[in-house]
């Protein structure tokens, strides 16, 4: 079984440009996570969908950050504009309902 | 306000012999604890998870043990291998949430010596 895709895997750029994160889940999986790690830290929930409902965004900086889901499937997260400190891993996992979470590799940005 | 509290950076544990990871809590609201593991360029994956009406959880060579009156719980690997060094993040949810909403400490990066 296929696990939770990322990508980009890594991103450079410079600031005041816009970045952009996909995310596929685990085929089935309804619940998808966007999460903030930033060095030396744990996992920070930015957003929570219940298939194409967000239903937590309360931690997502939404005067430079969106997230959509379109069919309740793939995710997309964007930066606009990146600041330097925006560098980070954004994380993706995904779960059934309200159970276990998966979480993908992740996508390292860095912003010059 | 760090509501998960991993006090050790980093540690460093021969092989064959026990490593302890340790985690504290603040909120007397959670009650569901889990650990992930992580290795360098990959996610987080689950390890073990312990409910708060348990005081121990075991699998196979991984055992979680939590102290509610002190807020505290641990995770024992028996005996450690060289495979076994990655990050460490403990993670907790509140009033019957489960996996569902997590919050995750600063994770301890054990190192097991062959």
């Known amino acids: 079984e296929a696990g939770v895709v990322q990508s980009p895997r890594y991103k450079i750029i410079e600031k005041k440009q816009p970045v952009a994160f996909w995310c596929n889940p685990i085929?089935?999986?309804?619940?998808l996570y966007w999460y903030l790690q930033n060095l030396g830290q744990g996992p920070e929930l930015l957003i929570r969908?219940?298939?194409?409902?967000?239903?937590?965004d309360s931690q997502l900086p939404k005067d430079r950050f969106s997230a959509e889901r379109l069919k309740g499937v793939d995710s997309t997260l964007k930066i606009q504009p990146a600041e330097l400190g925006d560098s980070a891993v954004y994380l993706c996992?995904?779960?059934?309902?309200?159970?276990?979470?998966?979480f993908g590799p992740g996508t390292r940005l860095t912003v010059l | 306000d760090q509501q998960v509290k991993q006090n050790s950076p980093s540690l460093s544990v021969q092989e064959g012999r026990i490593s302890i990871l340790n985690c504290d809590y603040t909120?007397?609201?959670?009650?569901?604890f889990l650990w992930y593991k992580k290795y360098p360029a990959e996610g987080p994956t689950f390890l073990i998870s312990i409910s708060s009406i348990k005081d121990k959880n075991e699998d196979g060579r991984f055992t979680v043990f939590l102290n509610k009156s002190a807020k505290h719980l641990s995770l024992h690997i028996v005996p450690s291998q060289p495979g076994d060094s990655a990050v460490y993040f403990c993670a907790a949810s509140a009033e019957g949430a489960g996996s569902y909403q997590l919050t995750f400490g600063k994770g301890t990066k054990l190192s097991v010596i062959p």
């Open positions: 996992a995904s779960s059934f309902l309200r159970g276990r979470q998966f």
């Open positions: 085929s089935g999986h309804n619940t």
């Open positions: 909120n007397s609201m959670f009650d569901y």
């Open positions: 969908y219940e298939n194409e409902e967000a239903v937590d």
